[in-house]
């Protein structure tokens, strides 16, 4: 009798890790009929109002749980999404970085004809817990600090490479 009660357990909860194992999630995909600019995303970013923002090869598109805005271009070939602290919107991208402040309706550019880039070919884009914004590029790095300045650095300035593949924070 006691094996028995041992099975009965068992079989229990093999039934119970059955039926956990097998829930399912529910899914929504987005495409470009409901809105989304490009159906190949490459970038996602949740800013600090809720908003999900999709970067893809084709432009950005915000969404905010009901309906998408977007901004086409083909130019526009998003490489990464950022937020500072004053709520402003970073979108880096091949052509240069953008930057978007809540409530525009257009994007302000920043190129390397200006003298903030090194290049206007953007690969990656960090805010650190400073609120520095770190963007990379494929010719060098550049520290947007909180307080206004830029600092680049590249080959000539103390990087190995010039080519920015990613940026991260550390813990300390």
Known sequence: MRI?????ILLACLAAFGHLSAQTYPFKVYTTADGLVQSSVGSIFQDSRGYMWFGTWGGISRY???EFWSYRNSAFRVTGICE??????WVGTTAGLARLAFGDSSFQ???PSNGTLPSDYVTTILRDKDGN?????DKGLVVFTSSGQSVVFDRERG????????????ST
């Open 133 to 137: 914004m770190w963007v990379g590029t």
């Open 84 to 89: 500072d602290n004053k709520k402003t919107l």
């Open 64 to 66: 905010d749980g009901k």
């Open 4 to 8: 028995q009660g041992h099975w009965t």
């Open 109 to 111: 550019w920043m190129k």
């Open 159 to 170: 990087l190995q490479d010039d080519y920015i593949s990613g940026v991260k924070e550390d």
